[in-house]
Each structure stands twice: as structure tokens, then as C-alpha cells.
């Protein structure tokens, strides 16, 4: 299973990265082209099946459909360069094979790991609880320092999607940009 698929510039260091292994399953965290770009063509490369939530669905198809807000100086830079890179880039379209849903077992699919529902960076944004590791999308940021989403569709519910995250019983959080963030460092966001 693959959590996410970086943007272009991605592609040539994912496949070697990838090389020791048989893809499957490519489940997205959300829409935004640094994580989905290069989705189907790594499914086409493994034979894989694409999973996203069915609320960013159509974000994936075209990234600017939905307003993205920012929060401080930091989140205001991340903001421009999105907005640029999402003017200039596009994403292959592909047909998901299924969706994903807040709750979901993947144990169908031969994984010990659930899905949590993180509404917020983007309105189908989810995250991947796997024994004590969770990865979170862009729910958030480790980019000088660790943070909530810098930039959102919507901060509040941003908010409490990271409420759910602390309710969770993982022990380590992997976003999106930047390094882990534990659960003591969580707890303080
Ligand atoms: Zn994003
Ligand atoms: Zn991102």
C-alpha cells in the first residue's frame, strides 16, 4: 500500500524508492496535486487500485476549484507557491476504484490500518492510523516547526480534525511536509 504520490518532480526518485516493491493499493489523503500527481500513473505502472474520499473527487480532477485560505506569514508563502504550482500543473485524470471513508477497515485489502476522517486542508482530506502511526495529510505541517494546516478550505473544521487526532491512540504523526511530530508535540497543537 502507498499513502499518496508526490508531485512531478517526485516521479523519478519514487520509482526507485519504490523498486523492492509491488504497489497495490495507492490510497490519496486528499486532492492536491503534490500528493496525486503522479496516482495514475503509478497505477498503471503496478497494476494498483486508487482510493480517495469521494469529497475531493472532483478537487482531484482540477485543484482549482475550491478557495485554499491561509493562516500567518508562513502559511501566506505556502499559499502563493500552491496557487502557482496549481496554475501550472495537471494532474492525470483517473476513475478511483473505490472510496474511502471515516472508520474504514483496509483488513479487505490484507492491511492492519483504519481510515480517520480529517475534514479541513481540503474538504475529503483523511488519514491512515496504522498500529501506532498515523499518517495525516496535510492536517498537518512540519515545516519550521510542527502546525496545524497552514493552508485550508476551512480552519474550523481543520480544528477539529486535529481534536480527533489527539483522541487517537497513535504514537507518532506523519504529515504531509516535514519530518514525524510525536504525541507530546501533538498534544500542544
Ligand atoms: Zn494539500
Ligand atoms: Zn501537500
Not at 19 to 29: D, F
Not at 47 to 73: P, Q, T
Not at 90 to 101: A, G, K, R, V
Not at 114 to 135: D, F, N, Y
Request: proline residues 3%.
Amino acid at each position: 500500500m502507498l499513502v499518496d504520490t508526490g508531485r512531478e518532480s517526485t516521479r523519478a526518485g519514487l520509482l526507485e524508492a519504490l523498486r523492492p516493491w509491488n504497489i497495490e493499493l495507492i490510497l490519496l489523503t486528499h486532492g492536491h496535486f503534490d500528493h496525486a500527481y503522479n496516482a495514475a500513473f503509478l497505477a498503471r505502472k503496478f497494476g494498483a487500485k486508487i482510493a480517495l474520499h469521494k469529497a475531493d473527487e472532483a478537487l482531484v480532477r482540477d485543484n482549482r476549484i475550491r478557495a485554499i485560505h491561509s493562516r500567518g506569514l508562513l502559511g501566506y508563502l505556502i499559499r502563493k507557491v500552491s496557487i502557482s504550482n496549481i496554475n501550472k500543473t495537471h494532474i492525470e485524470s483517473f476513475e478511483p476504484d473505490f472510496y474511502l471513508q471515516d472508520g474504514q477497515g483496509l483488513e479487505p485489502f490484507g492491511v492492519d490500518a483504519r481510515i480517520i476522517g480529517l475534514p479541513g486542508h481540503t474538504a475529503g482530506s483523511i488519514g491512515v492510523i496504522a498500529g501506532g502511526a498515523c499518517i495525516v495529510g496535510d492536517t498537518l505541517m512540519n515545516m519550521g516547526g510542527a502546525s496545524r494546516a497552514r493552508i485550508a478550505e476551512d480552519f474550523e473544521a481543520v480544528g477539529q480534525s486535529v481534536e480527533l487526532l489527539k483522541r487517537t491512540a497513535a504514537e507518532v504523526y506523519y504529515p504531509g511536509h516535514g519530518g514525524p511530530i510525536s504525541r507530546k508535540r501533538l498534544l500542544k497543537l
